[in-house]
């Protein structure tokens, strides 16, 4: 039986908070557009490797892409995609974590940078962004160890994982991640919790 999700977990920089708070979570490729980034520079920047945090504005700083780097990434694709589509499709997505195991591994990755932790509501999400709402039964943004396969499918909608589970037929495993393709607001009733950590 499918085990719903009540709550979801968003690690952000703290430096990244006031904008946060501002303009709510929003995709990579969102946060490039707003900030004003030309349309061919934007487009390389969403289909390259960030092996580093990369600082776009005084108050937005996007993650570093360390887990998958483009030679680990390359076998693990599917439908005949390359690490550059790869990272496009991710960067249009944003991210939140529905599994506190995988939150405290991310945690300590950030080592001693201050962060800021974001609790959200499922069903308040699902209520007003469900049509955008998608669940990976994989870290999408790891390609190291052995990495499981993974292409555009990877990413099932909220609506038919909770009727149907995973296209493999597992229908007990939980997702890894929880994804959007649109902005989310930070404010109640989707946000139920702000913590530093």
Request: aromatic fraction near 8%.
């Amino acid at each position: 039986m499918i085990k719903r999700i009540d709550r979801l977990y968003h690690l952000a920089e703290r430096a990244n908070y006031a904008s946060i708070v501002e303009h709510g979570l929003m995709s990579t490729s969102q946060l490039l557009r707003h900030a004003g980034m030309p349309k061919q520079k934007c487009r390389a920047l969403l289909r390259s490797h960030r092996p580093d945090n990369m600082r776009i504005s005084e108050t937005v700083m996007i993650r570093d892409q360390k887990p998958m780097p483009p030679a680990a990434l390359a076998p693990a694709l599917g439908q005949g995609l390359e690490p550059a589509d790869w990272y496009e499709f991710l960067n249009g997505f944003v991210f939140l974590w529905a599994d506190e195991e995988r939150l405290m591994r991310h945690l300590k990755a950030c080592q001693n940078r201050p962060q800021i932790l974001l609790t959200f509501s499922v069903p308040a999400i699902v209520k007003d962004f469900g049509k955008d709402a998608f669940v990976s039964p994989i870290n999408s943004g790891n390609a190291r160890r052995k990495p499981a396969s993974r292409d555009r499918d990877t990413f099932v909608p909220y609506a038919t994982w909770l009727r149907d589970g995973w296209p493999t037929g597992q229908r007990t495993r939980s997702p890894a991640e929880f994804v959007l393709r649109c902005e989310l607001p930070v404010v109640v009733p989707y946000l139920t919790r702000t913590e530093h950590v």
